[in-house]
């Protein structure tokens, strides 16, 4: 059962990124409501998703010490994948003053190698817990923190920018 929730979750993981690198790659405004709708919404799922993936491996022996920190490092690397990311993405301003944004290559890159890692932090996360029940259940939180840190930093890059 924890296998076949594994492979859900990095399927619904890949359509996801999919669609935000999808979407990333195209033009379009700096400020707006989408993207914060979007980190909201993934936000919650993350929470929610973590708090039932606690609560399945708590079922089974309480968490360890190392459970709790690679969790933590996880979300820690989502910041700075975002943060990179954030540097890849170009920003200038359209003839009628208008921040605008739009990935590049690197910053596709960066998402895949990204997803990639966080992959390995599930499986790392699962091994610590010996029931492979949370590690998939973070992976709403940490989408939600990478584009969180990445759209702040888009978004300051957009003030400074003439």
Do not use: C
Request: hydrophobic residues 55%; without cysteine; proline residues 2%.
């Amino acid at each position: 059962m924890a296998s076949a929730m594994d492979n859900g979750g990095i399927v619904i993981g890949l359509v996801i990124v999919a669609l935000v690198i999808r979407r990333q790659l195209r033009t379009r405004p700096v400020y707006g409501s989408g993207p914060l709708l979007l980190l909201g919404l993934l936000g919650l799922l993350g929470i929610v998703a973590v708090v039932f993936g606690v609560a399945s491996v708590v079922k089974y022996h309480p968490l360890g010490a190392a459970t709790i920190a690679l969790t933590a490092a996880s979300l820690v690397i989502a910041a700075g994948f975002g943060a990179a990311r954030a540097r890849t993405v170009r920003v200038w301003r359209a003839p009628e003053g208008q921040a605008l944004r739009q990935g590049t290559v690197v910053t596709t890159v960066l998402w895949l190698v990204s997803l990639a890692v966080h992959i390995g932090m599930d499986r790392w996360i699962d091994h610590t817990t010996g029931v492979g029940l949370l590690g998939v259940s973070t992976l709403y939180l940490y989408l939600a923190v990478t584009l969180a840190v990445q759209s702040l930093l888009v978004r300051r890059r957009a003030a400074a920018v003439a």
